[in-house]
């Protein structure tokens, strides 16, 4: 099953496709001249565990109320098709598209291939839908970009807009999007949060109890709790 299968697939030819699934019908065909249809329960308890069962159960179209079974489509036709690159497309949008689907990123140059177009023409078209990062100099879509640490970001972007006027795009796009700050009134610190710094603790100790030494803080990470 799975040798006709991958045969649809990879770079098999019509006639070794063929062949692959005569031999199935020769396997299933000997199997239920022994022992009947694979989805009788005699047969499923024989291969009970077995995490492909359910694709050998898939090998019929069963009649469980009168025990018959006929044979799938797989023993006669095709069923899978190798998946078939897109070569041309309309929009930027679909070659955007096309590009995080069969690239994984934004891929310029073949989205350019895609419109049969230069760069320059169809990258309006995404104007706030990709951006480029001015750390990594790559494009990336706008839900990436626009993500994360966006204080961070927005600095990066503003010293990189001095010199080059494309990034305040991005600035703007990041200004729309940075959080309010919060007073301090807003933040609870508990006095054993990890990320408060050991001597933070220690001056907020000596102060309140009004020492000047013998007080050690120390953090003992979750790690060493384990051991």
């Known amino acids: 099953m799975r040798a006709c299968l991958r045969s649809q697939v990879d770079e098999s030819t019509d006639e070794q496709i063929a062949d692959a699934r005569f031999q199935l ?27 492909d069962l359910p694709l050998l159960l898939s090998l019929e179209n069963y009649d469980g109320e009168t025990g018959t079974a006929t044979k799938a489509t797989v023993f006669r036709e095709r069923t ?29 140059d073949h989205m350019a291939g895609l419109l049969n177009k230069p760069v320059e023409e ?15 100099n790559q494009w990336e879509t706008d839900d990436q970009y626009l993500s994360g640490n966006v204080r961070e970001k927005l600095a990066v972007a503003d010293a990189a807009a001095i010199a080059d006027p494309r990034f305040h795009e991005n600035v703007e796009a990041l200004e729309s999007l940075q959080p309010e700050d919060l007073p301090a009134t807003d933040i609870d610190v508990r006095l054993g949060a990890s990320w408060i710094p050991p001597d933070d603790v220690k001056q907020f100790t000596q102060v309140l109890l009004n020492l000047s030494s013998g007080v050690e803080v120390s953090h003992i990470h979750a790690r060493d709790l384990a051991r």
């Open 25 to 51: 019908n020769l396997a299933y065909d000997r199997f239920i001249s022994r022992f009947g249809p694979v989805n009788l329960r005699a047969n499923q308890r024989a291969f009970d565990g077995d995490p």
């Open 80 to 108: 899978v098709q190798r998946r078939q690159p897109v070569q041309a497309v309309n929009s930027a949008k679909e070659a955007l598209l096309v590009s995080l689907n069969e690239d994984g990123r934004v891929d310029l």
């Open 122 to 136: 169809f990258l309006p078209d995404l104007k706030g839908i990709i951006f480029l990062n001015p750390q990594s």
